[in-house]
């Protein structure tokens, strides 16, 4: 996903929510990247109100690699929407790398994204049109950085997914793993905290799958990021440091098979 804006504004926008009130009872704990509280998300349609979930908590402290999983339709892609701005909540509290996320603006949330928060997806929406380098540079250059140093950042990027000699293919010139390896270069470029992944392995055969993952970890390990990562694939959640589950409204810690109650209050 490719954000257009400037990176004056965030700035100023910045400067204003730190004067914010917090949310009522809430504690701000700087360690913690996420700080979820009372998370409800109702959405609302012509043919009735559908309740994804109304009472989340969720703590992740930085430097985490976690895993969400749970059955299709659970509201896993929602609740990753939620934490990284993309989408609103219906109730709650929801503070993000230290940003009330609910508060934000449009264009405030688009400046949000470009600065903290590292998306890959299913699907790795590459433009077609532009080669590999210039997918990778892209989100610097819609916060404004130069040509010049965008690709040559990009192109540290593409070196870091082992695809420097790739970069002049366009993403039709890749294979899925490669297209996953440059989404992931992209996610980067601009040095978020937290890496938000949406089954970035569900299109890949188990072995390419593997094998982003692999580098999923690597690049966690290296760059001292938060992630979190929505699979199917239990084998790979559990290479995680932590696994929850997202099922009938409520979100679990499930580190074996049984899922046990979450635990909050770090
Ligand atoms: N904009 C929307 N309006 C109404 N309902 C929606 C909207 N977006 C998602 N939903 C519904 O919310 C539910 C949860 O969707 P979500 O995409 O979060 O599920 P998921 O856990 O990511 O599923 P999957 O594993 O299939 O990707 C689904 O039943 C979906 O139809
Ligand atoms: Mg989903």
Not at 60 to 79: F, P
């Amino acid at each position: 996903m490719i954000e257009t804006h400037s990176a004056a504004a965030p700035l100023a926008s910045r400067a204003a929510r730190e004067t914010e009130p917090r949310a009522p009872g809430f504690q701000a704990n700087q360690s913690l990247i996420i700080q979820v509280r009372g998370l409800g998300k109702t959405y609302q349609r012509a043919r009735g109100a559908l309740t994804l979930f109304e009472d989340l908590d969720l703590e992740v402290a930085a430097g985490e690699m976690v895993a969400i999983v749970g059955q299709s339709g659970a509201g896993k892609s929602t609740l990753l929407h939620i934490l990284g701005a993309l989408d609103t909540p219906s109730t709650g509290t929801v503070y993000c790398a230290s940003t009330n996320v609910a508060k934000l603006t449009a264009k405030e949330a688009a400046a949000f994204r470009n600065r903290e928060i590292g998306y890959v997806w299913q699907f790795h929406y590459l433009l077609p049109e532009f080669t590999a380098l210039e997918n990778v540079a892209m989100p610097l250059l819609a916060r404004g950085t130069r040509k010049n140093e965008a690709l040559g950042t990009a192109e540290q990027w593409l070196s870091e997914v082992g695809l420097v000699d790739r970069g002049d293919h366009r993403p039709g010139e890749l294979s899925g793993g490669e297209q996953q390896r440059v989404a992931l270069a992209r996610a980067l470029v601009c040095g978020p905290k937290l890496l938000l992944a949406d089954e970035p392995t569900g299109d890949l055969d188990d072995g390419t799958a593997g094998k982003v993952f692999d580098l999923i970890e690597r690049l966690h390990a290296s760059h001292g990021l938060t992630s979190i990562l929505v699979t199917h694939n239990m084998d790979l959640a559990l290479r995680c440091g932590r696994t929850l589950r997202l099922g009938n409204g409520r979100l679990t810690e499930s580190t074996d098979a049984e899922p046990k109650p979450l635990q909050t209050g770090v």
